[in-house]
């Protein structure tokens, strides 16, 4: 059963482009499901019925998750249960497609409705702080500036921010060439803070870090190596810290920040899909509510009966 597990996996890695993050939760979640088959003697998927299934979820909706000393227990997340839902019947699609299973019984699960949560926002004042330049100027701080300029400016995910190589930018005429969700790339255009942040940290700040040894990234830790998603979310949020910023910001926040603050001065929603590297313009359309709790907001605000 692990065997048929791993062939879907480098079915993710090879043939879907899926990111190494991606990879790894549906490894987890289908590592939940093997262990719970394995206490029910089941040593084949063939084996594995649709009540199999059901049971397992069940068994999941009911377990207890591990929380810290001093938190009382609790029961996991529906959105938990959905991503789970979500991996068998990728996996069950996977093996059916490859004629490995003779039959789909994970088409008959049904995804509970998941709970839309509303991207947060910086506020334009929020960002001018955070976005304000940093004395002196080192190799560190200039490259602090350049990720937190392009991650507001282009709307770049975290791992793409981490991978974007010199070839990538084009900052001469103001676009970057962006490698997103499964190998798919997009044209991204560069404010001009962002391409004068990058410009100064291009000139002044990565021939200083750069060794024998370092690749091509754009971004470089201080020993001269590319940085790991914890490393660099660590530096930002560093960074977020020393700025005086009160608010928890994580790297998605200024990507959120980007799709919102367009949406706002009147950007259309399919252009913002474009920008963000959406293949389905409902994950866009997320910001239309938050555009709309704007609009609500400036009414009450303003309107003489509010």
Known sequence: MQTLVEDFLQY??????????????????????????QIQKLTDWKEVELKHLTA????????????????????????????????LRAFYKF?????????????????????KRLPKALSDLEITQLLTLEIPETPRTLGDQAVLELAYASGLRLAELRNIRMEQLHLEVGFINVIGKGNKERVVPVGSKAVQALQRYLE????????????????????????????????????????GVARNVT????RHSFATHLLEHGADLRVIQE???????????IYTHV???????????????G
């Open 12 to 37: 993710l890695r090879h043939e879907r482009g899926q990111s190494e993050h991606t990879q790894k939760t549906y490894a987890a979640l289908l590592g939940k499901f093997l262990n719970w088959a």
């Open 95 to 115: 093996a059916e497609n490859e004629k490995i299973l003779p039959l789909n019984i994970a088409e008959s699960l049904s995804l509970p409705r998941r709970w």
């Open 275 to 285: 920008l963000l590297g959406h293949a389905n313009i409902s994950t866009t359309e």
């Open 56 to 87: 397992f979820l069940m068994f999941e909706r009911e377990r207890l998750v591990e929380v810290k000393e001093g938190q009382s227990p609790r029961k996991l997340s529906s959105e938990s249960v959905y991503l789970e839902i979500a991996a």
């Open 204 to 243: 002044s700040g990565r021939p200083k870090l750069v060794t024998p040894r370092s690749p091509a990234n754009v971004f470089l830790t201080m020993r001269g190596t590319p940085f790991a998603a914890v490393t660099l979310w660590k530096r930002i949020k560093d960074r977020v810290k020393r700025s």
């Open 251 to 254: 790297p998605h926040m200024l």
């Open 291 to 305: 555009s709309g709790s704007r609009l609500r907001e400036v009414h009450r605000k303003f309107h003489p009966r």
